[in-house]
């Protein structure tokens, strides 16, 4: 079998159309046709076609990491999530994702760190939940743990003041009894993974007892 026609994609300058034998055979990656090192009139095999297709749904699917990191860092376990949910091979995703690793573009422990920094900066919440966050989004629990402890201890983080941030957002309703009130702005800095003690100062400032 011999290639008798390569044309690029009107839609894409980075694929091409690859004809054997006067019909279309297979699109693929520019990328991967340079690597091989074919052009038009070179002889062709099946198997090379086959592997070329098969390295090919690889490209594709780094390709579409590199769009879903385009948009915001993400860790390991939800690129595999994005990547399986648009119906790629466990093998391609895993083999893709552990390249991103080896390469340091997704980082969990990174990732982990600027979620923390950026809820402590921006939505003031609890040690335990931004744990619970980072663990939803498939961050392992040491690495969860350690970010947070890192953003308590270097940054100067102190939870209290956090608790009073996110308490500032809240409001009694009219008329409201007050142990009421309490136990409802309790409820609200909890939900939020406030430790009892910065709850409790924070109860005695916003709504103090007689």
């Given at each position: 079998?011999?290639?008798?026609?390569?044309?690029?994609?009107?839609?894409?300058?980075?694929?091409?159309?690859?004809?054997?034998?006067?019909?279309?055979?297979?699109?693929?990656?520019?990328?991967?046709?340079?690597?091989?090192?074919?052009?038009?009139?070179?002889?062709?095999?099946?198997?090379?076609?086959?592997?070329?297709?098969?390295?090919?749904?690889?490209?594709?699917?780094?390709?579409?990491?590199?769009?879903?990191?385009?948009?915001?860092?993400?860790?390991?376990?939800?690129?595999?999530?994005?990547?399986?949910?648009?119906?790629?091979?466990?093998?391609?995703?895993?083999?893709?994702?552990?390249?991103?690793?080896?390469?340091?573009?997704?980082?969990?422990?990174?990732?982990?760190?600027?979620?923390?920094?950026?809820?402590?900066?921006?939505?003031?919440?609890?040690?335990?939940?931004?744990?619970?966050?980072?663990?939803?989004?498939?961050?392992?629990?040491?690495?969860?743990?350690?970010?947070?402890?890192?953003?308590?201890?270097?940054?100067?983080?102190?939870e209290t003041q956090l608790a009073r941030e996110a308490a500032a957002k809240w409001a009694a309703r009219r008329g409201e009894d007050a142990e009421a009130a309490r136990r409802r702005l309790y409820a609200f800095l909890a939900r939020r993974g406030f430790g009892s003690?910065?709850?409790?100062?924070?109860?005695?400032?916003?709504?103090?007892?007689?």
């Amino acid at each position: 079998m011999k290639i008798t026609a390569i044309e690029p994609q009107q839609r894409s300058a980075e694929r091409v159309n690859v004809h054997v034998d006067g019909a279309f055979r297979l699109a693929l990656a520019l990328e991967l046709l340079l690597g091989a090192g074919l052009h038009v009139g070179d002889e062709v095999s099946e198997a090379q076609l086959a592997e070329l297709a098969q390295r090919d749904v690889g490209w594709k699917a780094r390709e579409a990491a590199y769009h879903l990191l385009a948009f915001r860092p993400r860790t390991a376990a939800e690129l595999r999530q994005r990547l399986r949910r648009k119906e790629y091979p466990p093998e391609v995703v895993e083999e893709v994702v552990a390249a991103l690793l080896a390469n340091g573009l997704v980082d969990d422990a990174a990732f982990a760190g600027m979620f923390v920094r950026d809820r402590v900066r921006l939505k003031p919440k609890g040690r335990r939940r931004l744990v619970q966050e980072l663990r939803a989004k498939g961050v392992d629990a040491e690495t969860a743990d350690a970010a947070v402890a890192q953003a308590w201890a270097g940054g100067g983080v102190d939870e209290t003041q956090l608790a009073r941030e996110a308490a500032a957002k809240w409001a009694a309703r009219r008329g409201e009894d007050a142990e009421a009130a309490r136990r409802r702005l309790y409820a609200f800095l909890a939900r939020r993974g406030f430790g009892s003690d910065a709850i409790r100062v924070v109860l005695e400032e916003r709504l103090p007892r007689g």
